[in-house]
Each structure stands twice: as C-alpha cells, then as structure tokens.
C-alpha cells in the first residue's frame, strides 16, 4: 500500500513487559513522527526523526521509552517494564520535507494495552 | 503559552449551517498550517493545508491563515452530520523545526 503502515494494530500485555511497536512509512518520505494519544485527548508527541539527523527525543516521557529509525526507513518504538499508564494509541506520522512543504500523513496506530 | 491554541468545545451547529473553527499559534515564524480531521477511533486525516496568507478553499472546506495576528481558521460550509469529529490544528514551526499540534475542537453537527 502507498500509506503508512504500522504493526501490531493491537497489543495487549502485562504491566512489567518489554513491548516493541513497528511503523513503515511512506517511501521516500525524510521525517517520521511517533505519537500517543490517550483516550478523548490530544496529541502527545514523543520523538522526531528527520534524515540524518539526531533524533529530536524532547517528547519522551521517560527513559523506558526509545526509537530507533533503521536506514531512514522502518522505525521502532520500544517501551521497557510497561507501566498502566502506558495504555494508549501510540500514532506513526511521515512527511516529505522539503522547504515548506511538510504535509504529514498519520498511520493506523497501534492500540496498547497494559494489564 | 501553548505553542498552537484551541478552543476545545464541543462546537454545537446545526445541519445546513457553517461550522468556524479557530486555532493560534506563538512562533510567528511558522510557514505551514494543517487542518487535521479524526473521527473517533481514528487516526488524523490531513483535510486542508494552507502556506500563504488569505483564504484557500476546497469544496465545503475553507482555510483562512492571518500571519500577522498569528491565526489560522478553518470554515465548513453546508455542515453535515458526517463532519462530527474533532478538528486537529497543525502548525510547522521553524523555532522547533517539527510540527506542532493543537489539542483540537470538538464539532458535533446536529440534525
């Protein structure tokens, strides 16, 4: 498909576990975006990826939390010893920059569930 | 200061009626505005974007961006019920070098 995919669509599991959250953005697109919304809230960005460039990690809520971005493609979000209020619905984002224009395009997301 | 500021809601209009939604942001250097929508359950859905100042219509939707007084808007004519969802404002901010979202509004067109 030509949209942004992300995997699992569901996660459930026990509070103390290691999750692993997989997105694939749109081909050729330079920045990539992770995002968690709780549920009836906004917005929560957690880390930025642009080219080559270092990270923008500002949004992580904590260190349990990492990315990495594997060839400036495929990123993964990593979240050790899950916590309750981990629970949420954790949104992959890719843009094409270029000048101006930025246009950022929102995959399924991938509910997670911490028991 | 919120980077990007909404008003929440919910914005109650009725079925047939224009729907205004507002959004302003802090770094004056912005250049890009988005309008998100996101129904619930959903991801956001890139439905406007505007870069320069003036208005920018597509279909029902328009976007009104006013860099000077550092608000963008979006209008929604001949509201249906099917446009009940929650309006996300997105602004490319130069200052972070990211795009910055609202926490958005809530519209529920009734009929």
């Known amino acids: 498909g030509a949209g942004v995919s992300q995997s699992p669509s569901n996660k459930v599991t026990e509070k103390g576990k290691d999750v692993e959250l997989r997105c694939d953005p749109i081909?050729?697109?330079?920045?990539l975006y992770w995002y968690r919304q709780s549920l009836g809230q906004g917005l929560e960005f957690l880390i930025y990826f642009q080219g080559n460039s270092a990270p923008d990690k500002s949004g992580l809520p904590s260190d349990r939390f990492s990315a990495e971005r594997t060839g400036g493609s495929v990123s993964t979000l990593t979240i050790q010893r899950t916590q309750q209020e981990d629970s949420a619905v954790y949104l992959c984002?890719?843009?094409?920059?270029?000048?101006?224009?930025?246009?950022?395009?929102f995959g399924p997301g991938t509910r997670l569930t911490v028991l | 200061q919120k980077e990007v500021e909404q008003n929440s809601g919910p914005l109650s209009v009725p079925e047939g009626a224009i729907a205004s939604l507002n959004c302003t942001y802090s770094d004056r250097g912005s250049q890009s505005f988005f309008w998100y929508r996101q129904y619930s359950g959903k991801s956001p859905e890139l439905i406007m974007f505007?870069?320069?100042?003036g208005d920018k219509e597509d279909g029902r939707f328009t976007a009104q961006l006013n860099k000077a007084s550092q608000y963008v808007s979006l209008l929604i004519r001949d509201s249906q019920p099917s446009d009940s969802a929650t309006y996300l404002c997105a602004v490319f901010s130069g200052g972070y070098n990211k795009l910055i979202f609202g926490a958005g509004t809530r519209l529920a067109v009734h009929p």
């Open positions: 984002a890719s843009s094409l920059v270029k000048g101006s224009y930025n246009e950022q395009f």
């Open positions: 081909s050729g697109h330079t920045a």
């Open positions: 505007i870069y320069s100042n």
